[in-house]
């Protein structure tokens, strides 16, 4: 059973920053490919960043890149998500997703229970 929990949400203004954790447990760390989704109020859930079991590979959605980093400490079984220069738009429940590095599919298989941030103008 693998067990994903974010923290690190919160209540901030506009232009400023927030670093989201999430912790893996349960499964190799090291051999899962992590990702952050965000779900606003009476939206779909919708992609933000993604980062390989190994960190190789980092992508991101447009309306994030250059504001936001995934990274990863598989010492501390971590991923990351870094967002700089909030808007109110990113306010969202925010959630962390992990899948086997050997999946052949895309989907991620863990999922955590989310964390709010919201921004305030």
């Known amino acids: 059973q693998v067990h994903v929990v974010e923290s690190g949400g919160g209540l901030v203004q506009a232009g400023d920053s927030l670093r989201l954790s999430c912790v893996a447990s349960?499964?190799?760390?090291?051999?899962?490919?992590m990702a952050w989704f965000r779900q606003a109020p009476r939206k779909e859930r919708e992609f933000v960043a993604h980062i390989s079991y190994n960190g190789g590979t980092k992508y991101y959605a447009d309306s994030v890149n250059g504001r936001f980093t995934i990274s990863r400490d598989d010492a501390k079984n971590t991923a990351y998500l870094q967002m700089n220069r909030l808007k109110p738009e990113d306010t969202a429940v925010y959630f962390c997703a992990g899948r086997p590095a050997t999946t052949s599919t895309s989907r991620y298989d863990y999922w955590g229970q989310g964390t709010q941030v919201t921004v305030s103008s």
């Open positions: 349960g499964h190799t760390f090291s051999n899962l490919d």
